[in-house]
T-cell receptor, first 113, second 114 residues
Framework: DSGVTQTPKHLITATGQRVTLRCSPR?????VYWYQQSLDQGLQFLIQYYNGEERAKGNILERFSAQQFPDLHSELNLSSLELGDSALYFC????????????FGPGTRLTVL | AQSVTQLDSQVPVFEEAPVELRCNYSSSVSVYLFWYVQYPNQGLQLLLK??????LVKGINGFEAEFNKSQTSFHLRKPSVHISDTAEYFC????????????FGTGTRLKVLA
């Protein structure tokens, strides 16, 4: 158990809908990362938040957004969903400054029908 | 920008045989290097990491990796694999400062045969 929790574990929805994925980092970790794992794209970095502020952006679509709240949990919002958004979404956390090691949650499997 | 290449998408190996999973990276700056394992339907678990110092790094479950700066490689090895090592293995690099975001390789599926 990495100490990172993600909810829900599975999500099935339809095209055009909007969903929110939630992540609680390990206690004390200030940085949260979101990654997407799909069969055709592999593991891709989406976005990073550090202590409530956006720190870095990767291959994140404009239909996707994220935020980190004062209690350090983070949410990834996916809107106008398309079939191609079906993937496993991972959250990771780290105590930035401690050699960058990231601890991954179990993931949320999103299926868009 | 960094990139990571895992040359083998699948590696079948018999139980108790040695295995090497290859990873090469490209970067214009110093990097940290990681190997993660993903068992079916699970998240990623850190196997080992190279930050600095000794180029031979030992990790969990009997795995080790060697950092070779001149060849920009970080190959993962295990002298004797078990059925339970069947999983997907990911090599990743991160910057040594700034965001520390990971760039992952495409993964190598290790299948251990009885």
């Amino acid at each position: 158990d990495s100490g990172v929790t993600q909810t829900p574990k599975h999500l099935i929805t339809a095209t055009g809908q909007r969903v929110t994925l939630r992540c609680s980092p390990r206690s004390g970790d200030l940085s949260v990362y979101w990654y997407q794992q799909s069969l055709d794209q592999g593991l891709q970095f989406l976005i990073q938040y550090y202590n409530g502020e956006e720190r870095a952006k990767g291959n994140i679509l404009e239909r996707f957004s994220a935020q980190q709240f004062p209690d350090l949990h983070s949410e990834l919002n996916l809107s106008s969903l398309e079939l191609g958004d079906s993937a496993l979404y991972f959250c990771a956390s780290s105590l930035v400054g401690l050699a960058g090691e990231q601890f991954f949650g179990p993931g949320t499997r999103l299926t868009v029908l | 920008a960094q990139s990571v290449t895992q040359l083998d998408s699948q590696v079948p190996v018999f139980e108790e045989a040695p295995v090497e999973l290859r990873c090469n990276y490209s970067s214009s700056v110093s990097v940290y290097l990681f190997w993660y394992v993903q068992y079916p339907n699970q998240g990623l678990q850190l196997l080992l990491k190279y930050l600095s110092g000794s180029t031979l790094v030992k990790g969990i479950n009997g795995f080790e990796a060697e950092f070779n700066k001149s060849q920009t490689s970080f190959h993962l090895r295990k002298p004797s694999v078990h059925i339970s090592d069947t999983a997907e293995y990911f090599c990743a690099v991160s910057e040594t400062s700034g965001t520390y975001k990971y760039i992952f390789g495409t993964g190598t599926r290790l299948k251990v045969l009885a």
